[in-house]
């Protein structure tokens, strides 16, 4: 049976998930700048020839993409994500790199209940994704169910590759009381509000033994922009997140600012004065920005 045939688990249920900041432009634009090598490489050591990959929350698929050179033309990965606009997106980057034959996408919401049947990868990733849902022990359920289990005679079994981000782990500088106010305020609350969890990353490794899963590999890691000895890099890494930050925040009337101003949160010019704030930060020498990532594989 292949995995477009497959109904989804009779298990799975229809719980909400959301993503606050949405599928803006600027959006798609930050998130395609993401590879394996730069956002999984804690995953890239158990990549083999022949793999299938399932990339759940794929996004604007760069990550995914990526995983083709792993897994080889005898390999299969699988991208999804409720997004269509995003995965519009990554089809176009799939064949750019000339890898459709490997990498193909599908819309789905993985708490809705996974279309493929039991079992069937050799891995399940997902990239910055717990976060944003109203259950992450569903999700990581869902995905356990699709992952390869280790056979009684011995078998190797798959794998589950998790990243999330932390915003209580931010740092800028120089601190600026509007942007601050932003993580530790506002896109705190504007997250909670939907069900999700900005801090999801000091959770991911009890949120996996929670839901039947061994974390085999704990990590860390971060992701800077603007501290590199280079200054023609730092700059650049400046420019490109703060103009980007800029952009997603100057008009107030999408995703997260959008829902922010409709709870009461702030007015829109609070928001204009943040997106503001970004533009001057990208262009401060010796500014930069940085948060931690938390890193789990879970062997089957």
């Known amino acids: 049976m292949s995995p477009e045939e497959a109904p989804p688990s009779q298990e ?25 090598e730069s956002h999984a490489s804690h995953l890239i050591p158990y990549l083999k020839p022949g793999q299938k990959i399932l990339d759940v929350g794929c996004g604007p698929g760069s ?5 083709a050179p792993y897994v080889g033309k005898e390999g299969q990965v699988i991208g999804v994500d409720p997004g269509a606009d995003a995965l519009i997106q990554a089809r176009q980057t799939a064949q750019d790199k000339n890898v459709q034959d490997i990498v193909t996408f599908q819309v789905g919401d993985g708490l809705a209940g996974l279309p493929f049947p039991d079992g069937y990868f050799d891995v399940v990733h997902a990239h910055q994704v717990l976060q944003h849902v109203s259950d992450p022990l569903a999700l990581l359920k869902e995905m356990k169910r699709c992952v ?26 120089p601190e600026n009381p509007d942007i601050n106010n932003y993580f530790t305020r506002i896109y705190a609350q504007v997250a909670e509000s939907v069900g999700a969890n900005p801090r999801s990353g000091r ?9 039947g899963l061994t974390p085999t590999r704990l990590s860390t890691s971060t992701e800077s922009f603007g501290y590199n000895s280079d200054e023609t890099i730092a700059q650049d890494e400046r420019r490109f997140w703060g103009l980007t930050s800029y952009e997603r925040l100057r008009k107030a009337d999408t995703g997260m600012p959008k829902r922010a101003v409709e709870l009461g949160l702030c007015k829109e010019e609070d928001i204009v004065k943040v997106a503001h704030a970004w533009k001057e ?17 879970c062997k089957l």
């Not at 803006?24 to 395609?32: E, N, V």
């Not at 390869?148 to 500088?173: C, H, M, N, P, W």
């Open 63 to 67: 990550i995914t993409v990526t995983f």
């Open 281 to 297: 930060w990208a262009e401060t020498k010796d500014a930069f920005f940085t948060f931690t990532h938390f890193e789990v594989i």
């Open 148 to 173: 390869a289990k280790k056979e009684d005679g011995g078998g190797g079994g798959g794998i589950i590759s998790l990243r999330e981000g932390d915003f209580g782990t931010v740092v800028v500088y």
């Open 12 to 36: 799975s249920k229809s719980i909400s998930s959301s993503y606050p900041a949405g599928y803006h432009d600027t959006i798609l634009k930050l998130h395609g700048a993401r590879t394996a």
């Open 203 to 211: 959770r991911l490794h009890a949120w996996c033994r929670a839901a």
